[in-house]
């Protein structure tokens, strides 16, 4: 799927976010190995560690549908652009990727998609 697409199912989906606290609205993308798409949003909690990022979101619904691999992860926030995965979504997205290629990170910069691989942005990744 193209980028802009990934982005646009992204950004859709990020109008469920539940953020109700920070009122920062995310939502994610993922295109497993597959081909098939997943999408999850992020999702607040009055016990702020109990949340969950919208990348995680949508790669547990991926990893429930059965996919294990995956090769882009579109992100998009109505409240920022470029927005960044956070350390903790780094480290699950850097643990699905294709030995053979890094997994694609997409973000919106400007209305256009911007790629970057996740070993740019998690050069160490956890592994065992």
Known sequence: MENKELLEKAKEVSKSAYAKYSNFCVGACVEASSGKIYVGCNMENASYGLGICAERNAIANAIANGERELRKVAIYSPNSELCFPCGACRQVIFEFQNKDY???????????????PINDLLPYGFVL
Do not use: M, N, R
């Open 102 to 116: 890094p997994i694609e990170i997409v973000l919106e910069s400007k209305g256009e998609p911007v790629t970057y």
